[in-house]
């Protein structure tokens, strides 16, 4: 390929798989699988910096994966129903997750009731994972929107810009009437790259606030939904529509407003800073302490403040700790 074409266009990927004998491994299964790794591991750091042991992260994610995966293909599935249960479709379809189709909102809404369970388990306040998660959530995001790449897919309407991208005429999801060689904008690394904006937006106004109650994963709802309805704009492949505007644009609006409503509501419930990232009575016991990491900004909730930290500046109110 030549240097001209390249400076002109983003050209698609030949394969989206290689086999390894009787094993044909997918590309975009692998880059979601980095993704979970990737932001187990940055969870785990971030819970550790606040307190929690680091294995707990373990036992919340065995939890969280399998409901997000399970939702994810649930919530794409329904709003992609004529690809599945149409005229001529295959159903078996359904569960071959690995040749695309995990719909984010409903591996948000199944992933946060997975979490909330695993959190309930090892006894850790559901908000505080979540806000240690989105840094990692959005890399993974980042990371598994380039399995759309590799599958050719997620690309949005025709554009003569430098960076768009190429589209066989024969890919399923190239628009009827369109002459061959026509360039699409890559929806695809549009989200990518939001979401990675979205990790230095976020993390700069945790470093100004220290947010603590589940207004950083407030902020990510936000902050992914109203990227998200942008780029449905301009996306190409079939959804449901309704009232004008396609299923996950709807949804994005509704992301936006739980976003809001969780900042209204963990405002007026809570002030003060967090004095533990533990359940009310599920702290660790004192032999495990040492197997702890210890945080900086937490301290045991039956204990004093220690001198100099932040909780002698600003104390919880005398409500009850909530999750």
Known sequence: MSI???LNSIPSPNINSVELGPVTIHFYAVLILIGIVLATFLTAR???A???KQGFVIDIVIWAVPFGIIGGRIFHVLTHINDYFG?????LGVFRIWE???AIYGALIFGVLGAYLGCRQVGVRFFTFADALVPGLLIAQAIGRFGNYFNKELFGTPTDLPWGLEIPSTNPGYPAGLPAGELFHPAFLYESLWSIFGVAVLLFIERKINPQWGELFAGYLIW??????????IRLDPANVYFGQRSNAWMAVLGVLVGIGILYRQRRAHHGLLTSPYLPGREPKVEDAETAV???????????PKAGSQETVALESDKPETN
């Not at 005229?87 to 159903?91: K, R, Y």
């Not at 992914?224 to 704009?233: A, C, D, K």
């Open 4 to 6: 001209t074409t390249l």
């Open 46 to 48: 971030r819970l550790g």
């Open 50 to 52: 606040r307190g929690v």
């Open 87 to 91: 005229a001529g479709a295959d159903w």
């Open 100 to 102: 695309g189709g995990l």
């Open 224 to 233: 992914y939904s109203i990227g998200r309805f942008m780029i449905e704009q």
């Open 294 to 304: 210890e945080a900086t900004d937490f301290d045991d909730q039956t204990s004093e």
